[in-house]
């Protein structure tokens, strides 16, 4: 269903491209602020025995691995995706994908940016071990943040894969709102993904997620804003 919906989004933009900037207003403002509120509790009360409830249900004994494996890697699938509507823009002009390549750069750069920035100044350890010995909750009993580390042992939060995942499916959202079921599916994927691997804590997730949003809403609004003063211009 996934590829018969993106080979849809190919073969027919207008149909199915039909920018809406996600607006700033008192609504969404208090969406962000619910956000940052579960966050917060997620970090101070849910994190940790999520987490080891996590790693004591063992998936593998289900034989769900694969499967959350696969879940987990959902930001791979989008960014292909932006890929190639990329490179369609560039190499046939079509308009359509054309005023999608600015948008689609704007957030890959920026959310690159914010992710380094991000897991840098917070510096928050891991749920489990995986590299070097990295001091985690699950091994070590250690969940900490030690702002500023360079170290990768301290870049659990927030989740790359979900503010990638949320910044372009955002993004696709707003520009090809028909297919909300598709860019909902990613979004929630990732979760059940990154969760039942226990790759992340929960407010990991909600904090990528949420600045995933934010990047996508922010170059939604420029991009589109210089699309219409563009057509006015020439009116």
């Known amino acids: ?86 490179l369609i823009g560039l190499l046939t002009g079509n308009n359509g994908y054309r005023y999608l390549v600015k948008p689609i750069v704007l957030v890959a750069i920026s959310a690159t940016m914010v992710r380094v920035g991000a897991k840098i100044i917070c510096g928050r350890t891991w749920p489990e071990t995986w590299i070097n010995n990295n001091p985690s909750w699950i091994e070590h009993g250690v969940e900490m943040f030690a702002p500023f580390s360079l170290s990768q042992s301290y870049h659990s939060f927030p989740s790359g894969h979900a503010l990638f995942t949320f910044a372009f499916a955002s993004l696709f959202w707003q520009y090809s709102p028909k297919l909300y079921w598709l860019w909902l599916t990613a979004m929630v994927s990732v979760f059940i993904g990154q969760l039942g691997q226990n790759y992340h804590y929960l407010g990991d997730l909600l904090a990528g997620a949420v600045l995933g949003v934010l990047i996508s809403q922010l170059v939604s609004h420029y991009c589109l804003t210089r699309v219409s003063a563009a057509k006015v211009s020439h009116h």
């Not at 509790?41 to 790693?55: G, I, K, N, Q």
């Open 1 to 86: 269903m996934k590829k018969q919906a993106a080979k849809l989004m190919l073969l027919q933009p207008k149909t199915l491209l039909q920018p809406q900037a996600l607006p700033f207003n008192a609504p969404v403002g208090f969406i962000y602020l619910v956000a940052v509120i579960a966050i917060l509790v997620s970090v101070s009360y849910l994190d940790r025995p999520l987490a080891s409830f996590l790693h004591d249900s063992k998936p593998s004994d289900f034989g769900l691995t694969p499967v959350f494996k696969l879940l987990a890697n959902t930001p791979l699938a989008l960014e292909v995706l932006a890929g190639v509507v990329v």
